[in-house]
């Protein structure tokens, strides 16, 4: 394997690489740099909706370590037997165009695109997954209309309105986009939402940026309004089946949680000896909560990673074994009650890591305001 590997770069390259292998069976450029702490989800929406050109705008690392952890991925994808497949990546905006990954000229710069574009896909994968795969790799992404946060004009006629698209890098309303037609569906119905934006000929995702969260959530759909009414005639004809169905599936998600609950909480005695087995259950049930966003639901939560295993621990003895909530209330601030609190945090979780014992306690409630 390259010498590359060899580096901290290299390690953390293949680290994340081998992560989402194991999670979707294929592992771009993109998703690694995502898992290593170089491109934040929100900047990649940003990208995708054509506001961002080209993606290295948004990456916050030198080029020249951008071009070693690219050699780095490609040379543990090698060495692993994965097959690369080249996916082109499409702006969501009007004119479908090429989205670009780098401003660099020359061949160079035509090596560095495509390895972004390039995809390494695990070889044991049946033809039908891999067709599967192939095509949501390369599916041209949803128009998006986004709830403005601020007072905006539209760049063509001056107006404003409730929900703007970009154009050139500019915002215009729905009436200058000719999307003024469309009717609002919100989230919440997900076999309505699929049926309606199916029959629509024309349709776009509504997105508002959540600050406090920093990524663009989902709030509905746009549609024909035509389409809208055949979509609710399908789903009142349906609607029994349906709800059977979705019955089976809580109970499926429900036995899923339990059997992930599980897991982490082993996984919690296993890093933590020292950590009674019912704490360690009560970690793991409010860390995996689903709908929660707390670690235990994110991809390295779900896989349990060592590191996001973890935080969720170290959350629990903040809010359970210190004054932490306490100095919250008092007005203490954030950073400066974590502060306080540091060294109660760490003696009980080093009483954890020993193991049972007379050190292997919750630790005691320090620090309060």
């Known amino acids: ?42 900047r990649v929406d940003e990208w995708r909706q054509g506001r961002i050109d080209p993606l290295e705008a948004a990456l916050t690392v030198r080029p020249d370590k951008i071009e070693t952890a690219l050699r780095a991925l490609r040379a543990w994808a090698e060495a692993e037997g994965l097959e690369p497949a080249e996916t082109a990546y499409i702006a969501a905006t ?5 989205l670009r990954f780098t401003a660099r000229d020359g061949a160079a710069a035509a090596e560095i695109e495509r390895a972004y574009r390039t995809h390494w896909i695990s070889p044991g994968l049946s033809p039908a997954r891999r067709e ?10 949803d128009l998006v209309a986004m709830v403005p946060l601020k007072d905006w004009a539209c760049a063509s006629c001056r107006g404003t309105g409730a929900y703007l698209v970009m154009e050139d890098d500019e915002p215009v309303c729905l009436a200058c986009a000719d999307m003024d037609h469309l009717v609002f569906l919100p989230a919440g119905n997900a076999a309505l939402s699929r049926r309606a934006k199916k029959e629509s000929g024309l349709s776009a995702v509504v997105v508002r ?34 709800a059977r169905r979705r019955e089976r599936d809580r109970e499926r998600r429900a036995d899923r949680d ?15 000896p020292g950590c009674p087995a019912a704490r360690a259950e009560a970690i793991a049930r409010h860390a995996g909560q689903r709908g929660s966003g707390r670690v235990g639901r994110t991809a390295a939560g779900r896989e349990l990673d060592a590191d996001a295993v973890r935080l969720a621990v170290i959350a629990s003895v903040r809010h359970l074994d210190t004054g932490y909530d306490e100095m919250l209330m008092a007005g203490v601030p954030r950073r400066e009650a974590r502060d306080r609190i540091r060294a109660a945090v760490d003696a009980v979780l080093d009483g954890w890591r020993r193991g049972p014992g007379p050190g292997s306690g919750s630790g005691p409630r320090s620090g309060a305001a």
């Open 1 to 42: 394997m390259s010498e590359v590997h060899d580096t901290r770069l290299g390690r953390r390259v293949t680290e994340a690489a081998a992560l989402q292998l194991k999670r979707s069976h294929a592992v771009s450029a993109i998703e690694v740099f995502q898992r290593i702490g170089w491109l934040a989800a929100p």
């Open 94 to 98: 009007r004119d479908r165009r090429a």
């Open 209 to 242: 940026l959540d600050r406090r969260r920093k990524r663009y959530q989902r709030q509905g759909i746009l549609v024909e309004e035509e389409a809208l009414a055949r979509a609710e005639e399908q789903c009142l004809a349906d609607e029994d089946a349906r």
């Open 132 to 141: 599967a795969l192939a095509a949501r790799q390369g599916k041209a992404p």
């Open 258 to 272: 339990v059997e992930f609950q599980a897991r982490m909480a082993a996984e919690i005695v296993r890093l933590y």
